[in-house]
């Protein structure tokens, strides 16, 4: 490990290493527990669907579209995320479903009810202005919290680090947002009173998907899913840091909820798109910023902990120790695969991404104290016969001017997304 | 251990889901509201409330932009929403009648009626029915805003308080210098 390492390390959680959940989980009793609550969210949102659906098909059907297409770079992103210990696909269908069909479930009543206290304790009018700031975050940001205890009590080995908190907790707030979106458009369909039209959902789409989608839900929950990660791996802290640590970070989420829907700033900038940018950026990006340093310091730490576990098996035909240097890093990982697409084609960029994941599956299996690591050596052995061959023999990610195409395109990609952000608000009135 | 954990995560949802609401219903949500001076309902628009009439908090929320106000006149609900738009009185009208019969069981009733506030504001007026109770809407277009009235409940008890309630509908003002 180098010096670098040992100290990135120093300041994150551990890594625990834990078993395949496996046909064990249904003798626990939280399994069927939490499954119940599940099925019973899914009567409840499909009963609201159903009425929805009944009224107003069009636009349900393209609500339902639009933002299950709004999910999908999510995804990518939190699987690449989770690359070198991927979590059970069925464990993140369960996190996104809670987050869907249990937080919505319980947040609709909760947060109207806790609205009307604010109105009843206070009044309407610090009700009119402050409810949704103080309403919303405070039963959502719980709800989805419990997501990411829920799936710590069915499957407790599978959140081994705080990244994964993370990526549990990310995927519980991807799922809300989803329905939430959903939920809000066919509301302004109704609002509207114009019958079975898609205009709102488009507004909708525009507004909650690409203006507030980036720090949203998905954001949150990443935050408060850290934090949980933090409490069931930092065993060696006192219970009360622990548990501090871990109501920090829900209290960030809430925090950074607060302050989006707060009316803060709603006057303050004039008007005009670029005000609203503004106003979107000065709420939004605190605490974006925040989410990403915490990601990369939980990630630099799996991935200095499983790059100990693959550098223990000293066999170069495995990894050798540039690629080790690659795996660590998505975009290095990614420079990787792009530099073997560049030298050798589109095969040589499949073998790279299919031998890289052999190499962290590898790493995980060590990690466990797998003593078969025979299917996983075997793959990673045939991937690079086939890179052999391809007169591309080692998947690295090239020092230098190498990843300067990556990085215009992530400029390009980036100012794409201002442009749209742009049109977005001018569509919606900004400009 | 395991379903100690998974009962109190059980209990925690239902304290959001159930208990929230249980101590919101279990607090009173009506208040005592001046009758003889004009109550600001938001974006600009006043209105005389009924006198007796009560105000309910939770369907009250005024902002510099638009807002509602429910006054409460023993079981009769009468409320007012305030909103922008962008149309005619034609158009607004319609809106609100295809969202009162987007209820399952709401019908309209009648013809609509032309209105007229002591402040010179037209609308639009209209009835309709429910499952056991009736109601009256009203609708209004002023500075770019609808003013919306809807007005529910028993038809005994409608038929008592419609008169209060309609001279209170004519005390409807827009004061542009009120906006946000």
């Known amino acids: ?431 | 251990m395991n379903l100690l954990g998974a009962l109190s995560l059980v209990l925690a949802l239902a304290g959001l889901g159930v208990g929230l609401p249980a101590l919101d219903r279990a607090l009173p949500a009506d208040r005592p509201v001046p009758t003889d001076r004009p109550y600001a309902i938001g974006g600009g628009v006043t209105v005389v409330p009924p006198p007796g009439s009560r105000i309910d908090v939770t369907g009250t929320r005024p902002t510099d932009d638009a807002g509602t106000a429910l006054f409460r006149l023993g079981p009769v609900r009468y409320l007012i929403t305030v909103r922008r738009f962008e149309g005619d009185l034609a158009t607004a009208a319609n809106g609100l009648r295809q969202r009162i019969t987007g209820t399952p069981g709401y019908q309209v009733t009648g013809t609509e009626l032309t209105v007229a506030t002591g402040s010179g504001l037209a609308g639009l007026q209209g009835g309709y029915t429910a499952p056991g109770r009736g109601g009256r809407y009203a609708v209004f277009v002023a500075g770019g805003r609808t003013i919306e009235v809807t007005v529910s409940g028993a038809d005994l008890d409608l038929g008592r308080t419609l008169p209060a309630i309609d001279a209170s509908t004519r005390t409807l003002r827009y004061d542009p210098a009120d906006t946000g």
Request: include cysteine; hydrophobic fraction near 55%; charge should be positive.
């Open chain 1, 1 to 431: 490990m180098t010096a670098e390492s040992r100290l990135r390390s120093d300041r994150t959680a551990p890594v625990q290493p834990g078993a395949d959940p496996g046909a064990g989980l249904i003798r626990l009793p939280a399994f069927w527990i939490v499954l119940a609550l599940v099925a019973a969210g899914g009567v409840r949102m499909a009963l609201v669907a159903g009425r929805f659906l009944g009224t107003y098909p069009l636009a349900t059907l393209t609500a339902i579209g639009l933002f299950a297409l709004l999910a999908v770079p999510f995804w990518f992103v939190l699987r690449e995320l989770d690359f070198l210990e991927r979590e059970p696909p069925a464990l993140l269908a369960l996190a996104c479903a809670w987050g869907g069909l249990v937080a919505t479930t319980v947040s609709i009543p909760g947060s109207a009810a806790l609205d009307d206290l604010v109105a009843k304790l206070g009044s309407p009018h610090l009700a009119a202005d402050w409810g949704a700031a103080l309403a919303g975050p405070t039963v959502e940001e719980i709800a989805k919290t419990l997501g990411v205890v829920a799936i710590v009590l069915v499957a407790r080995a599978q959140v081994n680090s705080v990244l994964d908190g993370v990526v549990y907790g990310a995927m519980v707030g991807l799922g809300f947002q989803i329905i939430e979106d959903i939920v809000y458009a066919l509301g302004a369909v109704a609002l509207a009173g114009r019958g079975d039209h898609i205009e709102p959902v488009i507004t909708t789409f525009l507004l909650r998907g690409f203006l507030s989608g980036v720090w949203s839900h998905t954001l949150f929950g990443a935050l408060a899913g850290a934090g949980i990660g933090y409490l069931v791996v930092r065993a060696d802290r006192p219970w009360r840091i622990r548990l501090g640590v871990a109501m920090l970070a829900v209290f960030g989420a809430w925090a950074s909820h607060f302050l989006w829907n707060s009316p803060l700033l709603r006057d303050g900038l004039g008007n005009g798109a670029l005000a609203l940018l503004a106003v979107l950026v000065c709420k939004g990006l605190p605490p974006l910023l925040l989410v990403l340093l915490l990601v990369r310091a939980a990630h630099d730490r799996e991935a200095d902990y499983y790059a100990v576990q693959l550098a223990k098996l000293d066999d170069h035909e495995l990894i050798t120790p540039a690629e080790l240097e690659a795996l660590k890093s998505g975009s290095r990982r990614a420079t990787a695969r792009w530099h073997a697409r560049t030298r050798a084609g589109l095969r040589a960029r499949a073998a790279v991404r299919r031998l890289q994941r052999a190499q962290a599956r590898l790493a995980v299996e060590l990690s466990r104290g797998t003593t078969d690591l025979g299917p996983w050596q075997r793959e990673a052995r045939r991937q690079r016969r086939i890179l052999a061959a391809l007169g591309h023999p080692e998947a690295v990610a090239p020092d230098g001017k190498g990843p300067w195409r990556r990085t215009a395109s992530a400029v390009f990609t980036t100012a794409l997304a201002i442009a749209v952000l742009w049109a977005a608000i001018s569509t919606l009135g900004g400009g």
